[in-house]
């Protein structure tokens, strides 16, 4: 079997990150792999079944789930595993359903739009479970069934849209002369960064949201605006940013540009809010350097107060332009709540919360707890949290700036800060640097919370934990991104 050759699967499981596993001869793929088991003498069924297991051989095939026979090309050839992506389905599974989305297929985003929600959930519940039963080694561990999202549409608070000289054409529109090559704005492509995909409509966030992409859209294309590129590292428009809360009416417009345009800038407001009246502020960030990244250096605020409010269970919650903030707010009270279950946080407990962000989860859980210290490397999150403290009018946080990808015992020691009960971890993708492991377990605290949005690092980091003395207890998925195959995972470790 070559690259590039297609042939016929069976698709029998799914695999982390969206892709189906198929099973087939190995011999087929690298010829002489097969190696026949020696086995003892009376040991036959020992023995054939060691010697099937050897000419099995893993396919990962892309756009297909399980119960699907597909007709997939071949990418990549190992010797212990093939890659292959999908170009036709024969026999579609029982749990595929129609996506809904125009662009499914060739945005990348929603990766699982054509499963149906039930079947989405329990693949990823599967998912984790395998990586700590298989890749950590766990097996005497209460396993929780994943939350659902209450919304599988319209769900993000958050939407960030790319302008691009260069567009993405589809396959309908690559013989269609009429269409605007050198103008887009929408979203990239998976691991294409130089063309963008023109869209008009997105379900993942709202119907307001898809009335300022267009009118932006078009806006800037009546002016022959320039879009910045990172070629020649000029032109004007970068990015659009909408931000929209689930609990108010609160809606932010945030457009990145290169440089300041005043005039352009306050045409633009004035046009958007006779167009979109359900806008509540409007900014404009100035990102002069070359990285493409949807952060300015500064801001100016043309409409309102340059902020929106939001709330998750009690408490309320400042959002600036660049604040992080947790994209499904719905969901992400269901996550807290559970960290705050699975901790036991008690009136008399110190808690301590690593990579704290904005405050969001100190905040949330203050209420169940003596006192919190906040750790957090970001200068402007820490900001942001205490302003949030302040508005939530709470007396036991306290947030500090501190790195985590180095020891913070000495802040602990300088600040003479009290013994942690609990340790409620949420670090990024990437997981905890083996540092702060080690320091989180020099402070011996009786329960550790850890809350990821990886699970394959966070088992790594657990089991780093477990080796230091700490116990996996339980395990809990909550589904944050529905269509998608990321997932949040919460974690109990005791002492």
Request: some cysteine; charged content about 30%; proline content about 4%.
């Amino acid at each position: 079997m070559k690259k590039g050759e297609i042939i016929e699967l069976e698709i029998s499981k799914y695999a982390f990150e969206g892709k189906g596993i198929a099973k087939v001869d190995k011999s087929l793929i690298v010829p002489g792999a097969v190696k026949k088991v020696e086995a003892a003498p009376g040991d036959e069924d020992e023995e054939r079944q060691g010697d099937e297991e050897q000419k099995k051989y893993v396919v990962f095939v892309h756009g297909s789930y399980p119960g699907d026979v597909v007709r997939a090309m071949i990418t990549k050839i190992k010797n212990s595993y093939a890659e292959a992506k999908t170009v036709e389905v024969i026999r579609p599974s029982e749990e595929r359903t129609k996506a809904p989305c125009k662009y499914f297929g060739v945005c990348g985003g929603c990766k699982q739009q054509d499963l149906n929600y039930e079947a989405q959930l329990k693949y990823k519940h599967e998912q984790v479970k395998d990586i700590f039963e298989r890749l950590g080694g766990f097996h005497d561990f209460e396993f929780q069934d994943i939350l659902p999202s209450e919304k599988t549409y319209f769900y993000r608070n958050k939407m960030e849209y790319s302008f691009a000289e260069r567009r993405w054409l589809t396959k309908e529109e690559l013989g269609d002369e009429n269409v605007e090559k050198n103008f887009a704005l929408g979203l990239h492509l998976p691991n294409i960064f130089d063309k963008v995909l023109d869209i008009n409509e997105c379900l993942l966030q709202s119907e307001e949201s898809n009335r300022i992409l267009n009118f932006t859209r078009e806006f800037f294309k009546k002016r022959n605006a320039t879009i910045y590129s990172t070629k020649t590292h000029s032109g004007y428009l970068r990015n659009l940013i909408i931000r929209k809360t689930h609990h108010s009416k609160d809606l932010m417009v945030n457009l990145v540009t290169s440089e300041e345009n005043d005039l352009i800038m306050k045409e633009y407001t004035k046009e958007l809010l006779e167009n979109v009246p359900e806008v509540t502020t409007i900014i404009n960030n100035i990102n002069t350097r070359k990285a493409q990244i949807a952060i300015g250096d500064y801001e100016i605020i043309y409409f309102g107060s340059g902020n929106i409010f939001d709330t998750i269970g009690d408490y309320n919650f400042r959002i600036s332009a660049n604040s992080f903030f947790q994209t499904n707010t719905l969901q992400a009270e269901k996550l807290y709540e559970t960290g705050l279950k699975f901790g036991r946080i008690a009136k008399d407990d110190i808690v301590y919360d690593l990579y704290s962000g904005a405050g969001t989860i100190s905040i949330y859980v203050s209420k169940a707890a003596k006192k919190v210290y906040a750790f957090e490397s970001v200068e402007p999150a820490v900001k942001d949290a205490e302003e949030n403290r302040k508005i939530n009018k709470i007396d036991n946080v306290k947030f500090i700036t501190a790195d985590l990808n180095r020891s913070f015992l000495d802040i602990v020691k300088i600040k003479d800060l009290p013994s942690p009960d609990v340790v409620i971890l949420d670090p990024p993708r990437s997981g905890m640097n083996p540092v702060t492991v080690k320091d989180v377990v020099s402070l011996d605290p009786d329960r550790i919370v850890y809350i990821s949005c990886n699970p394959a690092t966070q088992v790594r980091d657990i089991k780093m934990f477990n080796e230091e003395g700490y116990r996996l207890m339980k395990v809990r998925p909550v589904d944050m991104f529905p269509h998608t195959y990321h997932i949040e995972n919460v974690a109990l470790l005791e002492k």
